[in-house]
């Protein structure tokens, strides 16, 4: 930028170095003046390659030996930064050249904004549901991957639990974005917190995004940033039974969290109809990670 501000760049990643690779050969290509300093966060015990210290002499490596989930890591490579502004993305994303710039001279303008999410699209180029409605009992039926959805993809509700799919022309204040790719102011960060490390893996983004709003921040979804683009789970399908575990007992302790309802009686509901699916899917995911 004109002005010197520059944003830095955490990466977590689970033994996925080809992807790695890839992800940060587009971030030098398309955003090298942009650039404070670029962390990458290895949770699995697989040693990160010579090579690729090598090809990226100027990124900072840390090796945690062990998986302490993606929250932690994440608030080891925010607590080691100091640009007034931090993107977190995935190692299975790709940049294209001025998103950074643009979102940090946007981020700018908007003072009042903590996170700003772009458009994300899958492999395949499809537009992906990066932006979403703070989840409710409804999520269960029109959410992301629920069977209502995948049939009626269009329909009105999940229309609306799924901002991003609905929004083409933004920016759009949403109640949070995908931590796939957000880029967040640091003066928000030191109001509202660090992403709570109780979120082994699994809507610490939600939860982040929440806790901003909270404190009187807006979370923006911008589909004219970008697009980037995310080849989903390739972490994730590595160690699909933790995967599978995970997103359900991070989903009990979102609503645990954030539940008003008389004697938590949501939550008893939500929790309830989380472990019923959980069970449901767990033959498959077994089979999956065993087979």
């Known amino acids: 930028m004109g002005n010197g501000i520059t944003c830095d760049v955490g990466i977590v990643g689970f033994n996925c170095y080809p992807e790695l690779e890839l992800c ?4 030098y290509q398309a955003e090298k003046d942009a650039l404070g300093r670029i962390h990458v966060v290895e949770n699995s015990s697989i040693e990160i390659p010579s090579r690729l210290r090598e090809s990226f002499p100027d990124v900072v490596w840390k090796e945690n030996r062990e998986n302490i989930g993606f929250a932690r890591a994440c608030n080891q ?41 772009p458009r994300i699209l899958d492999s395949d180029g499809q537009v992906q549901a990066s932006a979403r409605a703070f ?33 083409q ?29 109780g979120f082994f893996m699994y809507w610490e983004d939600c939860d982040w995004c929440t806790r901003f709003r909270k404190c009187g921040w807006k979370i923006i979804y911008h589909p004219g940033m970008g697009p980037v683009r995310h ?15 995970h997103f359900h007992k991070s989903a009990a302790r979102l609503y645990l969290k954030y539940d008003t309802t008389p004697f938590r009686v949501g939550s008893l509901v939500a929790i309830s109809g989380a472990l019923l699916r959980f069970l449901m899917l767990f033959p498959g995911v077994f089979l999956k990670q065993y087979r």
């Open 169 to 197: 022309d933004g920016p759009k204040e949403v109640d949070w974005v995908s931590g796939a790719c957000m880029v967040v102011r640091r003066s928000a960060i030191r109001k509202a917190g660090l992403l709570d490390e």
């Open 24 to 27: 940060l050969d587009s971030i």
């Open 77 to 117: 490579i925010i607590s080691e930064t100091a640009s007034p502004y931090i993107m977190l993305l995935n190692p299975d994303c790709l940049v294209i050249k001025g998103f950074l710039q643009r979102a940090m001279e946007w981020l700018e303008e908007h003072c009042d904004t903590a996170v700003l999410g």
């Open 231 to 245: 080849a989903a789970g390739s972490s994730s399908t590595k160690v699909p039974f933790l995967t599978h575990f």
């Open 135 to 167: 989840p409710g009992l409804h999520t269960a039926f029109f959410g992301r991957t629920s069977l209502l959805t995948r049939i009626f993809p269009a329909n009105a509700v999940s229309s609306r639990n799924l901002t991003a799919r609905s929004c």
